[in-house]
């Protein structure tokens, strides 16, 4: 991304608080857990990297978007039994 395109994008979430505590803030990060069917083997080597502790077979999704709920990166690439921190 461009220096200007940054600038325009934190200057939204600096427009949103009330009190400026991220000066430099560009986006909003999260992740969650997206619950799927059991994959066959054929599709995916190890199903039981896709389970999770809840106890169903899920995906780890994080995403990122700015003040204007505009997304900017999304990562749909690991499996449940990943930490979502990563």
């Known amino acids: 991304?461009?220096?200007?395109?940054?600038?325009r994008i934190a200057s939204g979430f600096v427009r949103c608080?009330?009190?400026?505590?991220?000066?430099?803030?560009?986006?909003a990060l999260d992740g969650m857990l997206v619950k799927i069917r059991r994959l066959p083997k054929k599709e995916f080597a190890k199903?039981?990297?896709m389970w999770c502790?809840?106890?169903y077979y899920?995906?780890?999704?994080q995403a990122m978007c700015d003040a204007r709920h505009i997304f900017h990166f999304v990562a749909i690439?690991?499996?449940?039994s990943v930490h979502d921190s990563v």
Not at 58 to 61: A, E, F, Q, S, T
């Open 1 to 7: 991304m461009r220096e200007p395109n940054l600038r």
């Open 17 to 27: 608080q009330r009190k400026v505590a991220f000066h430099y803030a560009i986006g």
């Open 47 to 49: 199903p039981v990297q």
């Open 53 to 55: 502790r809840k106890g």
């Open 58 to 61: 899920g995906l780890n999704v």
């Open 77 to 80: 690439d690991c499996p449940a």
